[in-house]
Nanobody, 119 residues
Framework: VQLQASGGGLVQAGGSLRLSCAAS????????MGWYRQAPGKQRELVAV???????NYADSVKGRFTISRDDAKNTVYLQMLSLKPEDTAVYYC??????????????WGQGTLVTVSS
């Protein structure tokens, strides 16, 4: 199962971006879909996750500004980011886990997409 992330870029503080991540391959079902980020010199951290039932969890630093959503028909997860701050600058990675068509579990990561927020 491969993930293709897109939507990163350069934006001014206060601006917005929408990230997308589409999974492809022999997918039977998807459980959690999430976004993580890694800023220079820092560890990768969870940004937001959405479960198969639709429940969500966010890092405190993004609550009220970011919204995660999913489209199961397209095997795609989105991250709408509003009111961006310079401290949101990072490489954003999507993560999806589920079961392939042979019923083997998988946990895949996207290639990362860079978000740069200028002050």
């Amino acid at each position: 199962v491969q993930l293709q992330a897109s939507g990163g870029g350069l934006v001014q503080a206060g601006g917005s971006l929408r990230l997308s991540c589409a999974a492809s391959g022999r997918i039977a079902s998807i459980n959690d879909m999430g976004w993580y980020r890694q800023a220079p010199g820092k560890q990768r951290e969870l940004v937001a996750v959405i479960a198969s039932g639709g429940s969500t969890n966010y890092a405190d630093s993004v609550k009220g500004r970011f919204t995660i959503s999913r489209d199961d028909a397209k095997n795609t997860v989105y991250l709408q980011m509003l009111s961006l701050k310079p401290e949101d600058t990072a490489v954003y990675y999507c993560s999806i886990d589920g079961y392939a068509s042979d019923y083997e579990g998988f946990h895949s990561w996207g290639q990362g997409t860079l978000v740069t927020v200028s002050s």
